[in-house]
């Protein structure tokens, strides 16, 4: 399902990040203050590009490997956590998970940091019950891997340390050298600090691209982790019911009773994986800058399906089990077509609508601050111009020479900032020439062809 319809579509404006910064040197990579993710993730498209090219169908393949991976490790930690029919039904769902194949088929790293976020969890529970120093080591290096890879990693490792606290409160977990542990990712992650600080000021300084979340936004992010955005209102409840007698169950120690403690102990690690890094991003945009994305904190999917897998297998009537999972895959499923067939942003066929209809002489003006990434399908144009800033208010005029000017106005209009200029607003600025859309490359792409108006 991951490898399936991989390079039918065309990249969008993350994947042009990625595929623009991971074709610069090593060096440039890490120092880029302009991207704010870590840079391991582009380290490895670097490697994995220079050998087999910056197509769809080669730059998607890790996520598509990793997405893979993910799912193999969903059932490792649902079955650590609670159980082998809870381990099952994490592995299966994530492998036909709308959310997870959608970003093992792009060209970013959530497929690579839900990895190693599940990487950590796993090593840290066999931790927990083995006490062998290996896996402490495994659950250091796959939070090192994690927070190279994402920032929101350390909303994963708050939901560890509260879990490891909680432990070492009662007395069963040796703390010293938990804060060891800790102590050595966070070590791993000083060197990156100084482009974390130069960012961090960036963005306070001129503002991010993120929109405040509103009420919805955490029952929104549910439902994306179950089937999609669309999903009913009163589909959402019933997992969020699930989720809850999952999560009874944990709380009154009814999980495994005949498991060993330590197995036990671990009850309450997937409800604060799944809490983690979805309540502290909502509270941290709401107080301050906003930082909540659904995608973002992908690290809770796993989580969550642990809570309505342990829920599912919980339902009080024996026989009701069966058909309620049956129906939660069947959705799934049915939500998997829409997917495939939905478009994000079509720059391929932008580019090529460009090639096939320019005329001689015209020129290409890019708006919203695509001069960082450039445009990677060829359009055949002899220029190509860079006009406007993202989140501006007011486009500047397209750039005019002493003869007539015409060509083509590429925008991608972000659905978070209401203030980026619109075609509309790009025509009222240019008096002197007559635009005309042309529609079908996404709800956020559009190209008019612009020319002078004949005097």
């Known amino acids: ?95 036909v998970s709308p959310m997870a194949i959608q970003w093992s088929q792009n060209a970013r790293a959530y497929a690579p940091y839900l990895c190693a976020t599940l990487a950590a969890s796993c090593c840290y529970l066999r931790w927990l019950r083995t006490g062998r120093a290996s896996w402490a080591a495994g659950t250091a290096l796959s939070l090192s891997l994690s927070a190279w890879l994402h920032h929101y990693w350390v909303f994963h490792f708050a939901a560890l340390q509260l879990h490891a606290l909680s432990l070492a409160l009662r007395g069963r977990l040796r703390l010293r050298a938990w804060l060891a542990l800790s102590a050595a990712v966070i070590i791993s992650f000083l060197p990156w600090l100084g482009v974390v600080l130069t960012q961090a000021a960036r963005i306070q300084r001129e503002g991010f691209w993120i929109g405040r979340p509103g009420v919805g936004a955490v029952e929104a992010t ?78 809770a999917l796993p989580a969550f399906l642990v809570l309505v897998g342990r829920g599912l297998v919980s339902l009080p009537l024996r026989p009701l089990r069966a058909p309620v999972t049956a129906v939660v895959f069947a959705l799934a499923l049915a939500a998997l077509p829409a997917w495939y067939a939905s478009v994000v942003e079509d720059w ?31 359009t055949g144009a002899a220029r190509i111009t860079y006009v406007g800033e993202s989140g501006r208010a007011q486009p500047a005029a397209l750039p005019r020479p002493d003869h007539c000017v015409h060509g083509f106005l590429v925008m991608r209009q972000g659905t978070l900032s209401p203030d980026e200029p619109t075609r509309a607003s790009f025509a009222q600025a240019n008096p002197g020439l007559v635009f005309t859309a042309i529609e079908g490359f996404g709800p956020n792409l559009s190209l008019t062809r612009f020319d002078c108006l004949p005097r």
């Not at 999609?228 to 999560?247: E, I, M, Q």
């Open 222 to 299: 549910l439902r994306t982790f179950m089937l999609s955005p669309d999903l009913s209102h009163r589909l959402s409840l019933a997992y969020v019911a699930l989720a809850a007698l999952g999560l009874v169950r944990f709380r009154r120690g009814t999980l495994l009773p005949s498991a060993p403690a330590p197995r036990r102990r671990a009850a309450l690690l997937p409800a604060l994986v799944f809490v983690c890094p979805i309540a502290l991003p909502v509270l941290w945009s709401l107080v301050r800058q906003p930082i909540f994305m659904d995608r973002y904190a992908i690290a």
């Open 348 to 378: 391929r066929g932008l580019c090529a609508t460009i090639a096939r209809a320019s005329r001689d002489g015209d020129e290409v003006f890019i708006a919203t601050g695509l001069e960082h990434w450039g445009l990677h399908y060829p």
């Open 1 to 95: 399902m991951r490898l399936w319809h991989r390079g039918a579509k065309s990249y969008w404006w993350d994947e042009l990040a990625a595929i623009d910064l991971s074709t610069r040197t090593p060096l440039a990579i890490v120092t880029n203050a302009q991207e704010t993710n870590p840079p391991l993730y582009y380290l490895g498209l670097h490697a994995w590009t220079a050998l087999f090219g910056t197509g769809e169908l080669a730059a998607r393949l890790p996520s598509a490997l990793f997405g893979v991976l993910a799912a193999a490790l969903a059932g490792w930690f649902g079955r650590l956590a609670a159980g082998r029919r809870v381990g099952w039904f994490c592995l299966a769902f994530l492998a």
